[in-house]
């Protein structure tokens, strides 16, 4: 006993920590791996039954302050244990929708006017569907996330370069650039080159739309590896990670869901979609595009009853 | 009546007893996941090992590498080197030294010693604070005659584009060897926001074979292996968008081409197609239960090294396909009856008995590394 509590105490010291800085932030707090963070009116899960988790990623560099970040990724994932299926949809970060908070903006911006809740509460009001949890993981999070479990294999479809990619991680200037190049073809990549992978658009003809696909393809390779992932990995893991996710799932709800993903083993059974046109269009002010809610209404309502 | 003491003891003693055992037992129960790799020169091959004819090179952590009977050599130190070829005369390694904001193409001995510099990528501050000044070459090969530098490289930025290029597309270059990229001429047009044309094929006709990244009518990423005889030709695809190919290596008498598919899902089978010179025959799937990569011929035709995990999601790890495996050995044919000697014989003949067919012969690929790291973005190059 006392050896398995000095175990698991760097995870156990994570989540005390955590419990600290709750109070003192007004949203979601930066906390700790399978630490839940209060969200407005969470939609309980049915024991067994379906749910849909809002994954967000931002850039959370210094050039942003506190929690006043953009979600430059917005991927909705409904997962249905008894089919063993699972939907991912990605959400274009500049789609023009009013937000909770009361304007109308790019809905990346969601995030930044209220944290997880603001987010969680745009995506229910315009899409009209029901979000369970959230996951919300920063720059650094998923570079240590891929790292933890010792990368990930990834067949990258093209090569990835970037003479402007920001150099805003570990640099000390935020604005500053730096080149990438990541080459095309099945490879393991570290956290900071699958980082690069799903970050770049600047090469890309689909912008946005193209590194939607990219982040949907490291989702499914981390998703493949963390299967691999032992109960005994979670203080390291827990260590390693700290601090850089959030995330509205508990630990209860963690020790279900790790055998069920290990249950979900066909490739074929996960749908990838991606609202290219004509779902979406331009002429929405800005670079902000604009939503066709004909299209995507039924299109969701279809994949997220 | 036991004492309070003797009691306090044999309490302390078992918490320590199980505390520690726990302690190794979850310890134990940890998964490798996040092991690091090994360094191949800290690998020392067992008494049983396989060991690969002639001598292969690869990288690995930004270091080149050779493996000879089993033994690893550390050619480089680790400074981003990557993506060796063998000269056609098979005395230097033309080789990509990465650095943060270019890559330049070197020449090395066969023991990684400098021969020279084949290229000049750096901006040298020619556009101030401009990232965009400097230049990538990869994926270097030498003609056969050794006269030409052939490599994908980003094309030449004579101005200062101010931040606001974003279409960078590799290209497949010539350049004489030992020359500038001024004497260099570009041979094929990459689609736009692709990322471009890469892993070049020079082939003993001076055309070249290499790999081009597009859209399919989907708008998915696809790779394409292309052939083209002269510089600035559209020349044609060798595959089709669906196949999604790339990495092509041509068979020593070169009459094959190796090649990985993924046919638009994230695996990537090991492909064969004959070739004649200029066409390329049906392909066919070798390997198609693992994530290969960057497939080279044995210089004496005994097989096809590749790169591949030996666990999912692992790291890549060497691997060898022998030949049987691709190309089974032809049956020996029917005996016929010979005439008898002394003269004609106008009877009729026996019926040769039917020889018994031998079961298939399954020959597998043989793991030769096991917790290695390699770089699968690096082609290997192989001599004899």
Redesign the interface.
């Known amino acids: 006993?006392?050896?398995?509590f000095?175990?698991f105490l760097p995870a156990a010291a994570i989540a005390f920590e955590s419990t600290g800085v709750l109070p003192n932030v007004p949203s979601p707090s930066p906390a700790l791996l399978f630490t839940p963070s209060p969200v407005p009116s969470p939609v309980p899960v049915v024991q067994g039954g379906p749910f849909t988790v809002l994954l967000l990623g931002s850039d959370d560099d210094s050039k942003f302050s506190g929690d006043h970040v953009l979600t430059q990724s917005m991927i909705l994932v409904r997962v249905i244990p008894a089919s063993k299926q699972v939907i991912m949809l990605s959400i274009p970060r500049d789609l023009y929708v009013p937000l909770s908070c009361g304007y109308t903006s790019k809905i990346d911006g969601a995030y930044s006017c209220g944290g997880a809740g603001e987010a969680i509460a745009t995506v229910q009001q315009n899409f009209g569907i029901t979000v369970n949890d959230y996951i919300w993981v920063g720059l650094l999070g998923l570079i240590k996330v891929i790292?933890?479990?010792?990368?990930?294999?990834?067949?990258t479809?093209?090569?990835?370069?970037?003479?402007?990619y920001p150099a805003d991680i570990y640099g000390g200037n935020p604005f500053d650039?730096?080149?990438v190049?990541v080459?095309?073809?099945?490879?393991?990549l570290s956290g900071i080159s699958a980082m690069e992978y799903v970050r770049s658009r600047?090469?890309?003809?689909?912008s946005d739309f193209?590194r939607s696909k990219r982040q949907q393809?490291v989702l499914?390779?981390i998703r493949?590896?963390a299967?691999?992932?032992?109960?005994?990995?979670i203080p390291?893991l827990a260590a390693a990670i700290g601090g850089e996710i959030k995330t509205s799932i508990g630990l209860d709800r963690v020790a279900q869901l790790v055998p069920l993903a290990a249950s979900f083993d066909n490739?074929d059974a996960i749908q990838q979609i991606v609202l290219?046109p004509p779902y979406t269009h331009g002429g929405c002010p800005g670079t902000s595009v604009c939503p066709n809610w004909g299209l995507i209404l039924p299109l969701v309502h279809q994949y997220f009853p | 009546m036991i004492s309070r003491f003797i009691l306090a003891f044999a309490l302390a003693a078992l918490?320590?007893v199980?505390?520690?055992?726990?302690?190794?037992?979850?310890?134990r129960?940890?998964?490798k996941?996040?092991?690091p790799p090994q360094k191949p020169t800290q690998a020392s091959p067992r008494p049983d090992a396989f060991f690969l004819p002639g001598t292969l090179y690869f990288a690995q952590s930004g270091a080149i590498y050779s493996l000879s009977t089993g033994r690893f050599h550390q050619l480089t130190p680790e400074a981003g080197w990557t993506q060796p070829s063998l000269s056609p005369d098979g005395n230097s390694l033309i080789t990509v030294q990465r650095l943060?904001?270019?890559?330049d193409v070197w020449a090395l001995t066969r023991f990684g010693s400098i021969e020279g510099r084949l290229t000049d990528n750096a901006g040298h501050g020619k556009c101030y604070g401009d990232?965009?000044a400097?230049q990538?070459s990869?994926y270097p090969r030498l003609s056969a005659d050794q006269h030409t530098l052939w490599m994908s490289y980003?094309g030449p930025k004579f101005v200062c584009l101010g931040?606001d290029?974003?279409?960078?597309?590799?290209s497949i270059w010539s350049v004489p060897y030992g020359g500038s990229i001024a004497q260099g001429r570009s041979w094929t047009t990459p689609n736009?926001?692709?990322?471009?044309d890469?892993q070049p094929l020079p082939l003993a006709s001076g055309a070249v074979i290499y790999?081009k990244?597009s859209?399919d009518s989907d708008?998915?990423?696809?790779?394409q292996l292309w052939y083209t005889n002269r510089p600035g030709s559209a020349g044609r695809a060798l595959t089709s968008t669906a196949d999604d190919c790339?990495?092509p290596s041509l068979s020593p008498d070169g009459h094959a081409l190796a090649m990985?598919c993924?046919y638009g899902?994230?695996?990537?089978h090991l492909v064969l197609g004959t070739w004649d010179g200029s066409n390329l025959g049906p392909l066919g799937g070798v390997i198609t239960d693992q994530?290969?990569?960057q497939p080279i011929w044995a210089p004496d035709g005994s097989g096809i090294a590749y790169l591949a995990?030996s666990s999912?999601?692992?790291?890549?790890q060497l691997w060898f396909l022998p030949r049987l495996a691709y190309f089974p050995p032809t049956p020996s044919p029917v005996p016929t009856p010979l005439p008898t000697p002394g003269g004609p014989y106008t009877g009729a003949l026996p019926t040769p008995s039917p020889l018994p067919t031998p079961p298939p012969v399954v020959v597998k690929p043989i793991q030769i590394t096991t917790n290695l790291?390699f770089?699968?973005?690096s082609p290997m190059t192989w001599a004899s």
């Open positions: 006993m006392a050896g398995g000095a175990y790292d933890a479990i010792g990368g990930i294999d990834v067949v479809s093209n090569p990835v370069i970037d003479d402007y650039y730096q080149r190049a080459l095309a073809g099945p490879q393991h600047h090469g890309d003809v689909q193209g393809q499914l390779a493949q590896k299967k691999q992932v032992k109960p005994a990995d390291n490739p290219l | 918490m320590v199980t505390g520690v055992g726990s302690y190794m037992y979850l310890e129960h940890q998964s996941i996040a092991a943060q904001f270019w890559s990232t965009g400097n990538w990869f980003d931040f290029d974003y279409n960078v597309n590799l736009d926001y692709t990322g471009g890469t790999t990244y859209y708008g998915n990423r696809v790779g790339m990495e990985i993924t899902k994230q695996v990537s994530l290969v990569a995990p999912p999601d692992g790291p890549f790291g770089d699968a973005t």
